[in-house]
């Protein structure tokens, strides 16, 4: 139950690095900020510097910047004043901030001395008529690298693979004690039940652990190499999604905080790594054209345009971001209705 509360400080670094890219932006192009709050009130404390007031609140999932005339551009030093291009970037910089937290994060990831498994990894099946087998990939070849990159264990195989789905993939293999061949597979995007994108199930042979930590001059172009193959693997993931034609498992807030406890149970690099994917979710999802989410206020920026700088009538925004906001409430709601029902069920999201 304690690593449950893990979730907590993590919801807070994404919300609060979110909430800091619409306020410095803000605070840049001199448009007012009446109010910083972290969390959503009841109100627990609040300070006033300059013209701001700093709030911290009660429920901490989620946190806002108030700013003067966001709707309407008659107040003085509005965010609705302001030329589009300087909208734009406020409106977006929330997200931009969650798209970039990644790197700091997987950055801390591999400067964090971490056990990892290490040995050759082995081929145990191939399952018939899979890409596997028309590569001509056999059970007991060791994989020594993938996509040209050396794999010393199965997960780093299983990434590879996944980053490369529906385009060409490179595999050297080991077969024997001295015979070496490199062959290439296209890992399927629908694979059937079981089989996985390239048809071949993975061992570990000689496996030993080891600690694995780098210095921050090595972790930091490693953890924006990262942030980029995080950012491939949720394109493919929705992509895959699309051509099965199936619906993403959703979650809210309480199915977050389960699976960050279950990561939490593994070490502090997994749920670093877990951080990271959620940054760059909420820096996605909040760029929907959904009202009330950046993405709408972006979207009416854009009819703006379209209807040639004429604006939509302040009151008439107002209220369909309060639709948005209530729509998205209630989603919440539905969504963590079920999460509750997972949890009394004893399932797990992680499979």
Known sequence: MISF?????????????????????????????????????PRLVAKRWGETE?????????????????????????????PRLVRLLVLSAGSLMNAFLPVLLLT?????PQTVTTGQVSVS????????????????????????KRVTNTSEV???????LGAETTMLLRRGRFNQELVTVVPRWNPPKGQGPTGIQVGMVNAYPTRQSY??????????????DLMVLTRNQLTSLFIKRSLPEVTGPIGIAQVTGEVAKVGIGPLLNLAALLSLNLAIINLLPVPMLD???V??????????GRRLSPRREALAHFIGLMAILALVALVSYFDVIRIVRGDSLLK
Do not use: C
Not at 15 to 31: Q, S
Not at 72 to 80: F, H, I, K
Not at 125 to 148: C, F, W
């Open 5 to 41: 509360l893990w979730f907590i400080p993590i919801i807070v670094v994404l919300i609060l690095a979110h909430e800091l890219g619409h306020f410095v932006t803000a605070k840049l192009a001199h448009v007012q900020v009446k109010e910083f709050g972290l969390g959503f009130p």
């Open 54 to 82: 700093y709030s911290l609140n009660l429920v901490p999932l989620g946190g806002f910047v108030k700013m003067a005339g966001e709707e309407d551009p008659d107040e003085p030093r509005s965010l609705s004043s302001q």
């Open 108 to 112: 801390a990831m591999f400067m964090i």
């Open 125 to 148: 099946t191939v399952a018939p008529g899979s890409p596997a087998e028309s590569a001509g990939i056999r059970p007991g070849d060791i994989i020594l690298q993938v996509n040209g």
């Open 158 to 164: 299983i990434y590879q693979i996944n980053l490369r």
């Open 215 to 228: 210095p921050i001059w090595q972790a930091f172009p490693k953890g924006v190499h990262a942030t980029w």
């Open 295 to 297: 993405g709408g206020r």
């Open 299 to 308: 979207l009416f920026l854009a009819i703006e345009v379209v209807r040639g």
